[in-house]
Nanobody, 122 residues
Framework: QVQLQESGPGLVKPSQTLSLTCTVS??????????WSWIRQSPGKGLEWMGV???????YYSPSLKSRTSISRDTSKNQFSLQLNSVTPEDTAVYYC??????????????WGQGTLVTVSS
């Protein structure tokens, strides 16, 4: 049983950096049993996978977002975070952190946070 909770500002101005943190309970962000992802949902694009950080700290990003996205972790706090630079109103979305079991083979994460709405507006 893994539980995830997103936190961070709900309003970001254009050109600034969107920063969110996911607090994890029920598992460690350092174990190889899981991978830890950020996903967002907007009316225009639906669900969009943004990136993932693996047990050893290796990261992978969506090609469309790689240049602006950074995922990191804080092992002492059992958290992982998202930074999205140079945001525009098109980045307005509900942002989810999620976790996928290593033994899973499908594309859908096994555990999801409740999501947090981030609005990009001046």
């Amino acid at each position: 049983q893994v539980q995830l909770q997103e936190s961070g500002p709900g309003l970001v101005k254009p050109s600034q950096t969107l920063s969110l943190t996911c607090t994890v309970s029920g598992a460690s962000v350092t174990t190889r049993d899981y991978a830890w992802s950020w996903i967002r949902q907007s009316p225009g694009k639906g669900l969009e996978w943004m990136g993932v950080i693996c047990y050893d700290g290796t990261t992978y990003y969506s090609p469309s977002l790689k240049s602006r996205t950074s995922i990191s972790r804080d092992t002492s706090k059992n958290q992982f975070s998202l930074q999205l630079n140079s945001v525009t109103p098109e980045d307005t979305a509900v942002y989810y952190c999620a976790s996928t079991l290593r033994v899973s083979t499908g594309p859908i994460p096994d555990y999801w946070g409740q999501g947090t709405l981030v609005t990009v507006s001046s």
